[in-house]
């Protein structure tokens, strides 16, 4: 089974500041990451697809990047509303979702 | 618009059996497969199977094989999970997650709560 590891678990960054989460994966997954976003009491929300194809609807400072086996999820430009939690997902064997990082307003 | 809206919140005793259910609108239903994932309190993602609902096939992950039963009717576009043999580990948020290139779309989560 393909594992996922997110870092950081825990962020806190304030606003107008750019954040990176990353999300590595044990083996090749061929690019086939998402990204999504959780706010506490939601579903998830579908923020990237395919590692680098921004889903319908999504503001432009959310991007995505990587290969191999390390991906990237970044926020040009922290907004309050990006307070939630990020998971990744790999696609390449069966589904495999990332324990999540947890983002705060600093 | 694409809708998926679950049932309500269920408490099941151990041992016992729940059924959630995932009723579709938007789209047509048998065009794509329907996915379930778990989200135990406080804990990440887990994804428990997918069933076609224009064939009722379906696929699970090893773990799920022996507690979810995923099916289909196709007359009211309604997608359902089964969840038995109930113990404390399955107190948790399930949803429901239409897939085309990735999860875009979800139900709102339906928790179940095991307890005697």
């Known amino acids: 089974d393909i594992q996922m590891t997110q870092s950081p678990s825990f962020l806190s960054a304030s606003v107008g500041e750019r954040v990176t989460l990353s999300c590595k994966a044990s083996?090749?997954?061929?690019?086939?990451l998402d990204w999504y976003q959780q706010k506490l009491g939601e579903a998830p929300k579908l923020l990237i697809y395919?590692?680098?194809n921004l889903h319908t609807g999504i503001p432009s400072r959310f991007s995505g990047s990587g290969s191999g086996t390390d991906y990237t999820l970044t926020i040009s430009s922290l907004q309050p509303e990006d307070v939630a939690t990020y998971f990744c997902?790999?696609?390449?064997?069966?589904?495999?979702f990332g324990a999540g990082t947890k983002l705060e307003l600093k | 618009e694409v809708q998926l809206q679950q049932s309500g919140p269920e408490v099941g005793r151990p041992g016992s059996s729940v059924k959630i259910s995932c009723k579709a609108s938007?789209?047509?239903?048998?065009?794509?497969?329907m996915n379930w994932v778990k989200q135990s309190p406080g804990q990440g993602l887990e994804w428990i199977g997918w069933?076609?609902?224009?064939?009722?096939?379906?696929d699970y992950a090893e773990k799920f094989k022996k507690k979810a039963t995923l099916t289909a009717d196709t007359s009211s576009s309604t997608a359902y999970i089964q969840l038995s043999s109930l113990t404390s580990e399955d107190t948790a948020t399930y949803f429901c997650?239409?897939?085309?290139?990735?999860?875009?779309?979800w139900g709102q989560g339906t928790l179940v709560t095991v307890s005697s």
């Open positions: 997902l790999q696609r390449n064997s069966w589904y495999t």
């Open positions: 997650a239409r897939f085309n290139y990735a999860f875009a779309y």
């Open positions: 938007g789209y047509t239903f048998t065009d794509y497969v």
């Open positions: 395919n590692t680098n």
């Open positions: 083996q090749n997954i061929n690019k086939y």
């Open positions: 069933i076609d609902p224009e064939y009722g096939s379906t």
